[in-house]
C-alpha cells in the first residue's frame, strides 16, 4: 500500500505526471520549527541536473498544506505538496503497448487494468521519492540522530579508486583527499560518460550510517529494525539489495571472527548497560532486532537504471509480435546518484516510527 508507520505514519500520493505529488505526515510531534527553507538542502541533494542524471528539472519547491502554524508543528496531519511542472507525457504513450524492460508498465497494467497512469512511470516513478525525503527532513527534527549515506560504489568502481583518479583529488604524498566541492558525479565522471557515450546506465551502492541511536530500539522477529528498515528501504525504486554491518561478508566468516565481543565504554557509570557496547560492529549496531548502541551501518544496491538509449528487445502488445525498444524521454544514467537523501530519509522515518512507539 501506499501508508507505512504505526506512530509516525506516511502516506504518499501522486504520479510523475500528475499535477501534484504530496505526502501526508501523521504522528508529528508538535512545537518544532519548521519553515519551507528547512527543506531545501535535503530536496537539492536529491534534485536533478549533474551529470548522469536526468535533464527533466524540476522547481521541487514543497508546499506546506496543513499541521504548522506560526513557524511551528501543531501536532495535526502534515501535508506537503510538490506542484509537476516540466512533464513531457508524449514520451511516454508508446508504452501502453510496449512495456519498457525493468519497468513497471507491464505489472502496473496488470495489477491496475490498464487503468495505470503510465506518464513517467506514474506511480511508480523516482519522482515519487520527492515528498519522502521531505517527510525525512520532519523526522530527522524530530530524532537528532546523525543519519548520514554516501555512494561508495558506482559501476563497480569504489569511491577510493575513483577518487585515485581524479587529478583535482591528488595528494604530494601520492594519497586522496575527499574535497568537498567534488560532487559525486564529478567523481565517477569516467565510469558516467562511459555509460552515456554507449546510451547505458550503471547502479551503485549506498552506505548509510547512524550515529547516536540508544540501545533497546526495535522488537524481535517481524518488527526487527532490520526488518523495518529494509521494508522502507526496498520501497525506494530501483533498490536491489541490502545489507546490514559485515552483510554477506558474514557468510565467509568464522564465529569467532563475525561475532562483536562485548567492552566497557566508560567508568564512573555504575549502570553496567549503559556502560557497556559491543567492541566492533559486525552486526551493523543490531541484535536480536534490537538495537545495541553501536552506530547502524548498512549498504544499499541501486540497480542500473531501466530507462536507456539503447535498443532492447520487448513485446509490442499491439501487434502480438516481439519489437526493438528505443526508449525516448530524459533519464538518469545513473539513479543511484539521487538516492543518499532518499535512504537517510527512509531510515529516519523509521527511526521516527520506533522511537514514537516507545
Known amino acids: 500500500m501506499n501508508t507505512f508507520g504505526r506512530k509516525f505514519r506516511i502516506s504518499i500520493f ?12 501523521d504522528g508529528v510531534q508538535p512545537g518544532i520549527a519548521l519553515s519551507i527553507e528547512d527543506f531545501q538542502t535535503d530536496i537539492l541533494r536529491r534534485k536533478s541536473g549533474k551529470k548522469g542524471t536526468t535533464p527533466r528539472i524540476e522547481s521541487d519547491q514543497p508546499e506546506i498544506l496543513s499541521g504548522v502554524y506560526n513557524g511551528f508543528t501543531t501536532g495535526a496531519p502534515l501535508a506537503i505538496i510538490f506542484h509537476n511542472q516540466n512533464t513531457r507525457s508524449g514520451d511516454y504513450k508508446l ?38 525525503v521531505a517527510a525525512g527532513v520532519v523526522a530527522k527534527k524530530m530524532l537528532g540522530f546523525n543519519i548520514g ?12 579508486k575513483a577518487l585515485a583518479s581524479r587529478p583535482e583529488a591528488a595528494l ?13 558525479s564529478q567523481i565517477w565522471s569516467d565510469v558516467l560518460d562511459e555509460a552515456i557515450r554507449e546510451q547505458d546506465s550503471v547502479g551503485g551502492i549506498v552506505e548509510c550510517t547512524v550515529n547516536g541511536v540508544p540501545a533497546g530500539l526495535g522488537e524481535p522477529f517481524f518488527d526487527s529494525v532490520e526488518a523495518l528498515v529494509s521494508h522502507a528501504i526496498f520501497s525506494i525504486p530501483g533498490v536491489r539489495g541490502i545489507e546490514f554491518g559485515d552483510g ?28 557497556v557496547r559491543p567492541s566492533k560492529n559486525g552486526a551493523g549496531g ?22 536507456i538509449g539503447k535498443a532492447q528487445k520487448t513485446f509490442n502488445f499491439a501487434t502480438g509480435e516481439m519489437t526493438e525498444l528505443e526508449i525516448p524521454g530524459r533519464h538518469d544514467a545513473c539513479i543511484a546518484l539521487r538516492t543518499p537523501v532518499i535512504v ?12 514514537r512507539m516507545l
Open 344 to 355: 537517510e530519509a527512509m531510515t529516519a522515518i523509521v527511526l521516527a516510527d520506533l522511537t
Open 14 to 25: 501522486g504520479e510523475s505526471h500528475g499535477t501534484a505529488i504530496g505526502i501526508v505526515i
Open 95 to 132: 508504452f501502453n503497448d510496449v512495456p519498457r524492460p525493468g519497468h513497471a508498465d507491464y505489472t502496473a497494467s496488470i495489477k491496475w487494468l490498464d487503468f495505470n497512469d503510465p506518464r513517467g512511470g506514474g506511480h511508480f516513478s523516482g519522482r515519487i521519492t520527492l515528498p519522502v
Open 248 to 275: 554477506f561478508e558474514s557468510a565467509r566468516m568464522k564465529g569467532s571472527v563475525h561475532n562483536d565481543p562485548f567492552d566497557e565504554i566508560g567508568s564512573g557509570n555504575l549502570n553496567l548497560h549503559v556502560n
Open 286 to 307: 543490531i541484535n536480536g532486532g534490537i538495537t545495541n548502541g553501536n552506530p547502524i551501518v548498512f549498504r544499499v544496491a541501486f540497480k542500473p537504471t531501466s530507462s
Open 172 to 184: 604530494p604524498d601520492g594519497g586522496v583527499e575527499e574535497k568537498e566541492e567534488l560532487s559525486d
Open 149 to 160: 549515506a554516501q555512494l561508495i560504489e558506482v559501476g563497480g568502481v569504489s569511491r577510493a
